[in-house]
C-alpha cells in the first residue's frame, strides 16, 4: 500500500486504519463480506482496504434494527432532536478531517469537502427545531360532538442509499429527518466512498453509545449492489430513499413499489441557465463557472445546458473561455485547486467517449474536450456548442462538458429548459419582474428547483431538495419534506353518545 505516512496519522485521528471493518450492525463493527480497496481519485493509489458487508451481515444487522425501532419511535422527539443535536456536535469537533476525507476520497476540492459536511451539520440544527415541530392538524367536523385531528407517527425504519458525489450531505438530508420523526436508519453508502461512511458512523456511534441507546438504531452497511438490492426488497423497510442514475432509481422504485413500500428517489439532473438579454453579464458568467466546473461537473445540480440570448451570446461566451482558462486544476487537497479529478478511471472513459459521441453530432469543441494525461482522472473543463436538439444534449454527461445554444424569445428559452427527460435544477438570469414570475409559474420551468440570478446548484438545507419527471419526484431536506417520513393517520374522536353519521346518511 502506498499511501503516505502522514495522511494515515490523519486517518487515525478519525479512527480508521489501513484495514477497517465496513458494517455497523447490532452496535458492533464487523464485514464477513468481500475486502475492497478505497483509492485516491487524484492518483489513483489505494488509500486503505474495508470488510464489506455480506448479506448474513445484512440480515443480522436487520433484525436488531427491528428491534431497536421499539424504543427510538417511543422515544419523545424531543429527545430524539437532543441525540440529533449531539450528533452536530461531534461532526463539528471533526468537521476539518471529515472534509478532508471527502476531499481524498470523493476528489472534490477541500473547501467542498468542508462544505458538504457542514450542511449535515446544519441538517442536525434544522432537525432539532424540527424535533418539537411535527404538529399535525385539527379540522372541523360536520358532526356534533365529534373532533378529527391528524396524527403523525414514525414509518419505523428508513433505508437510505447515497451516491458517491455526495458521499456525506445526502445522508444528513436523510438520516437527520428520519431520526428526529422516530425511524431507525439503515444506510448504504456508495461502494466507492466507503471510509467516509465508515468515519461518519462512527460519529453517530459514539452519540448513541454515550447515551445509553441501542447502536442498532443507526445501522451502517459498506457493499454493492447485492446490499442495495436487499434494502428494496426488504419489506421491514418502510422507505427506501435512494440517491444515484434514474436507470438503476427506476429498478429501485419497481422493487419497492412492489411490496407496497414508500420510495424517495433524488435521481439524474441535465440542469440549465438561460442568460437573458438583459442580465448583469459578469453575476452570470460567475454562477456558470462554479455550476459547469465545481465538483467537476459531478453535482445533480451540475450546470450541463447554457441558453444565452443571441443578442449577447457572443459577449458571455468570450467572458466565460476567459475565465476557463485561469481554472486552476490539480489536486483537490491544494489550495487555490478549483477543478479536482472525475472520481474513478471509469468516469474518465465515459468522458472521453462523451467527447467523441458529441462531436458525432455535430458539437464544436469550443474549449477543453481532452483528458489530462496523469496518475489521477483528470479532464479539462469543456465548453461545446451544439444545438439543443442533439440527442448527446437530452443525456447526463457526469462531468465538467457544458453544452452552449442560442435563442431568439422567452418562450424558445423555455421550450429548450423544459426538453430534456431530467427536471431537476434550473436557472434564469434577468432583472424583468415580467419574466421572473413566468419562469417561476406553471409556464415557466419544470424543474423542481427554480433558480433567478443564482447557479443552478449549491441548494440551501431549508427548501425542499429534489425534481420532477426522470429526476424521481422526491423531496429531501427543508420545507415539509419530513412529512415523507412519517405516516399521516386521520383520527375522528365521538366523545358523546350519539352516532350521527357524515353526510348526514340516515342507516335505520
Known amino acids: 500500500m502506498s499511501f503516505a505516512k502522514k495522511e494515515y496519522e490523519f486517518l487515525k485521528e478519525i479512527g480508521l486504519g489501513p484495514k477497517n471493518p465496513g458494517c455497523y450492525v447490532n452496535g458492533q463493527w464487523k464485514g464477513t463480506g468481500p475486502v475492497i480497496s478505497t483509492v485516491n481519485p487524484a492518483n489513483n493509489q489505494t488509500i486503505a482496504e474495508v470488510l464489506e458487508a455480506s448479506t448474513q451481515d445484512y440480515e443480522e444487522g436487520m433484525k436488531a434494527c427491528s428491534e431497536a425501532s421499539k424504543i427510538w419511535m417511543q422515544t419523545p422527539a424531543p429527545k430524539r432532536g437532543e441525540i440529533v443535536r449531539q450528533i452536530g456536535d461531534a461532526l463539528r469537533s471533526k468537521l476539518e478531517h471529515l472534509g478532508r476525507l471527502v476531499s481524498l476520497e470523493m476528489g472534490k476540492i477541500l473547501p467542498e469537502g468542508i462544505g458538504e459536511v457542514q450542511e449535515v451539520i446544519d441538517m442536525c440544527d434544522f432537525a432539532v427545531g424540527l424535533s418539537r415541530q ?37 445522508l444528513g438530508w ?45 445501522t451502517s452497511l459498506c457493499g454493492g449492489a447485492e446490499i442495495g438490492q436487499a434494502i428494496a426488497k426488504d419489506t421491514r423497510i418502510s422507505l427506501v430513499s435512494f440517491t444515484g442514475s434514474s436507470k438503476v432509481g427506476q ?29 448583469d453579464i459578469q453575476l452570470a458568467t460567475r454562477s456558470v463557472l462554479f455550476a459547469a466546473v465545481g465538483t467537476a461537473g459531478q453535482r445533480c445540480t451540475t450546470c450541463r445546458r447554457l441558453i444565452l440570448h443571441e443578442s449577447i451570446y457572443q459577449k458571455v461566451l468570450d467572458q466565460l473561455l476567459e475565465v476557463y482558462k485561469q481554472v486552476k486544476i490539480g489536486d483537490p487537497l491544494e489550495k487555490g485547486t478549483l477543478l479536482g479529478p472525475l ?16 462531436k458525432s453530432q455535430g458539437g464544436k469543441i469550443l474549449t477543453g474536450g481532452s483528458v489530462i494525461e ?25 462531468g465538467p462538458v457544458l453544452y452552449v445554444m442560442k435563442f431568439q424569445t422567452l418562450t424558445e428559452a423555455i421550450e ?20 421572473i414570475f413566468k419562469w417561476i409559474g406553471p409556464q415557466g420551468s419544470d424543474t423542481g428547483i427554480v433558480n433567478v440570478n443564482i447557479p443552478t446548484n449549491g441548494a440551501e438545507i431549508g ?43 340516515n342507516f335505520g
Open 416 to 435: 429548450i429548459n423544459n426538453s430534456v427527460p431530467q427536471g431537476l435544477s434550473s436557472s434564469i438570469f434577468t432583472s424583468k419582474p415580467e419574466i
Open 134 to 170: 411535527l404538529n399535525g392538524s385539527i379540522i372541523p367536523s360536520e358532526r356534533p360532538n365529534h373532533m378529527m385531528l391528524e396524527m403523525w407517527n414514525p414509518l419505523g425504519i428508513v433505508g437510505v442509499i447515497t451516491a458517491f458525489n455526495f458521499p456525506s450531505a445526502v
Open 174 to 218: 436523510n438520516a437527520c429527518i428520519a431520526l428526529v420523526c422516530g425511524n431507525c436508519v439503515v444506510w448504504k453508502g456508495a461502494p466507492t466512498t466507503p471510509l467516509v461512511t465508515i468515519a461518519m458512523t462512527k460519529l453517530v456511534a459514539e452519540v448513541l453509545e454515550k447515551n445509553n441507546f441501542p447502536g442498532a438504531i443507526f
Open 463 to 505: 427548501g425542499a431538495f429534489g425534481g420532477e419527471k426522470a429526476t424521481g419526484g422526491g423531496r429531501e431536506a427543508g420545507s415539509d419534506s419530513w412529512k415523507q417520513y412519517m405516516r399521516r393517520a386521520t383520527c375522528t374522536i365521538n366523545y358523546g353518545s350519539e352516532l350521527p353519521l357524515a353526510q348526514g346518511i
Open 251 to 279: 429498478m429501485v422504485r419497481q422493487t419497492v413499489s412492489e411490496r407496497y413500500g414508500k420510495c424517495l428517489l433524488e435521481l439524474s439532473g441535465n440542469n440549465a441557465i438561460i442568460v437573458m438579454d438583459d442580465a
Open 374 to 398: 496523469s496518475e489521477g482522472n483528470f479532464v479539462q473543463p469543456t465548453i461545446v456548442e451544439i444545438s439543443p436538439t442533439a440527442d448527446v444534449v437530452k443525456e447526463e454527461l457526469f
Open 343 to 358: 472520481h474513478t478511471r471509469d468516469s474518465r472513459e465515459r468522458f472521453e467517449k462523451g467527447i467523441e459521441i458529441i
